[in-house]
């Protein structure tokens, strides 16, 4: 087989890799034609009232489709309030700010600095996603209205007219989310992950029954392992849920990831199972089902437990994938009921427009000060140069900052690809070959509804191609709806393209070249922040003050999480990335998303365990319990230490000591019976030492993984 490889020349290899992942890309999948349809319905209808009644900024309300959350319906319902205080503030900040700067040239200089730094780090904070999108949008339309040469009335009805095309835009879209909105809230998250549970049912019952797997199902766990799980963190991370929803989602997300992918190595295996290794499928298929119908049903999770007495398999990875599964109800360490952290329709989540980290987190300023430097030397290149119709660089940088945030470097080839696609192919060829021969509106709109068609099924792909959709659709929507008429020069669509290619260039000098890292040693570092950060939750509290201490802690596990979901986007990007470092970043890579779940899962279990340390009502122990429980959480503590100095390679993996803890661990569980914990209730007990031996099991566990690799 390597001799026949060798034979087949790179060039045919590349391309049949190349038309696979367009077929993997490109495929169907469940509520991909619905989210398309959604897409085309709202943009189109933006542009009819666009056009019928010659509003300007058109162009910017029909990005709206295309860039707002349609994968939570109802949280795009909820946030139609927040659209409007947004927009009105942020044309109000326009108006207000720029009559003081207009006729000072080094204060206007200024004035759009400082604008500029604002507008990337309400991207960055605000966590309602069409609220990012109307300041983006306004801001991005109004600093090349107020650099403009005419009557400061004429900016200001200029700026009334964006205002209107904005609100158009939020009530269409709003509309066409409330016609298709599902009826239970929270199912945006359970939904996909029950889906994928289904699949990993369905997979494992036919191994167990000795039954063929058919190519449907096979390319449904392909799919879904391309697909991941990075829009499920979009939904948590812009949602306005509680923090226990959005850790105990995510940690589930994460293991389900994990066991789809192990499910996908499974496919491209053969192997005759014997009749224990079936036994073994059939209880890890009934758990998975157990657990999908609990998480549909809303009940708590209980505990699952695999026996295999000892007996080997001839399926690789069936040990794994029964770890995997037995994780995920340990996710929900502490829960007493589903119910309790999934939203109700009676009892929606109030929306929080902030991030919870708005400003403790320095990530968001410096994300900011990136975004301005890019977008502030693409406005001073054209300003210098005198080419004011090159102004779109400015609005190209800010409409890019909306998928910026944890996206990796293969972003920047489908920015730049997508532009020429949509500017070059389809925007200037429309205008050359096609709307010469249009003379109505119905005609430009059946054109404009195919080309977001387009644009839409390729931006509800996987994050490998999903920009470059969503990129074809800004640049087609730039050149073609800035005005109602027929051009009969291509110099305007000329100046946008080029516009749009010198915006994609600052951005991928500054965030990639300047200001930036590989995406591999980017992951490794975040990967042993979070072992760090661990380490330090498990000694919480520092402080004797209790406001103090639960103020730390939930700041600290806002970091935690931030730093889980910036590793899973990293590693996407360690795929697209090449050089003398790939072997290993790859290698570091199939690590990381091998131990990530287990890390996730122990970090909840931590924050189970939080409230004994804290003393909270109802959760008080013993002085001596108290003792024993800090001098294990200790150990534990520079036990994930020394796992984060073997991974960046500053220990030896030999002098990782997994079992220093057990000691420590049987100390706490004897004081629990002592005679100063005879108050204490027994299911209390009971549980407090059940979650003790589980992070201990769980911590050796990933020990031992570390020091084996």
Known sequence: MATLAQTVPESQRLSHWFWEFLKQELAPYPGRAGTVARMVIAATLITIVGMTFRIPYTWQAAIYALLVSRESPRAT???????????????????????????????????VIVTLFLAFYAVSVLTNYLAAVASVNMIAAGIPLWDSHVPAETNVENTLWLCLATLIAV???????????????????????????????????????????????DKKIDQLQAVGTSLLRRILHRSAYSLQYWAYMSGVASLVGRLV?????????????????????????????????????????????????????????????????????????????VHEYVPSADDLPRPNLLARDAFSNPDHLRFALKGCLAAGGSYVIYNAIAWPGISTAVTTCLLTALSTIGASRQKQFLRISGAIAGGFVLGMGAQIFVLPYLDSVGGFV???ALVTALASWLATSSPRLSYFGVQIAVAFYLINLET????????????????????????????????????????????????????????????????????????????????????????????????????????MRERVRR??????????????????????????????????????????????????????????????????????????????????????????????????YQIDQLTASLAKEVAAD
């Not at 205080?85 to 200024?110: D, E, K, M, N």
């Open 77 to 111: 319902l909820q946030s139609g309030g927040t659209l409007f205080l947004v927009t009105g503030i942020t044309a109000a900040y326009l108006l207000i700010s720029a009559w003081f700067v207009i006729s000072v040239p080094p204060l206007h200089f200024l004035w």
């Open 171 to 217: 009530v269409v879209t709003a509309g066409v989310e409330l016609v298709f909105a599902r009826s239970r809230p929270g199912d945006e998250v359970v939904l996909p992950i029950a889906e994928r549970l289904s699949a990993i049912e369905n997979l494992l019952t036919r191994y167990a029954e000795g039954r063929t797997i058919d190519s449907a199902l």
């Open 261 to 337: 992918d192990l499910a996908a190595t499974l496919t491209q295996l053969t192997f005759e199972s014997s009749a224990s290794t079936r036994r073994r499928l059939r209880e890890l298929a009934s758990a998975v089902a157990r657990i999908r119908n609990d998480l549909m049903n809303r009940r708590t999770l209980g505990l699952v437990e695999f026996h295999p007495d000892g007996e080997s398999s001839n399926v690789a990875l069936l040990g794994e994938m029964e770890d995997t599964v037995a994780l995920i109800p340990r996710a929900f360490a502490g829960a007493r009921s």
């Open 446 to 448: 059946v054109l404009f």
């Open 484 to 587: 109602f008429k027929i051009r009969t020069s291509l110099e305007v669509a000329r100046d946008r393209v080029v516009g749009i290619l010198l915006g994609l260039f600052m951005m991928w000098f500054v965030f990639d070249r300047l200001w930036g890292s590989p995406a591999g040693a980017g992951m490794k570092m975040a990967f042993v922040s979070s072992f760090r950060l661990l380490a330090q939750l498990a000694r919480q509290p520092l402080s004797t003050n209790i406001r103090a201490a639960i103020r730390d802690s939930f700041a600290l596990r806002e970091r935690i999480n931030a730093h889980f979901d910036q590793v899973r986007a990293l590693a996407d990007g360690v795929l697209f990335e090449f050089g003398p470092s790939r072997r290993g970043d790859l290698a």
């Open 595 to 692: 131990w990530q779940p287990g890390l996730r899962t122990l970090f909840l279990m931590r924050v189970a365990s939080l409230k004994y340390r804290l003393q909270l009502p109802g959760f008080e122990l013993p002085d001596a319990v108290r003792d024993y429980q800090r001098e294990y959480d200790e150990r534990s503590a520079q036990m994930l230490e020394e796992m984060a100095d073997v991974i960046e390679g500053r220990r030896p993996p030999a002098q990782l000591r997994s079992g220093d803890s057990s000691e420590a661990l049987k100390r706490v569980v004897a004081e629990c019976s002592g005679p100063d914990s005879q108050r204490l209730h027994a299911t209390r007990v009971e549980s407090f030492v059940s979650l003790l």
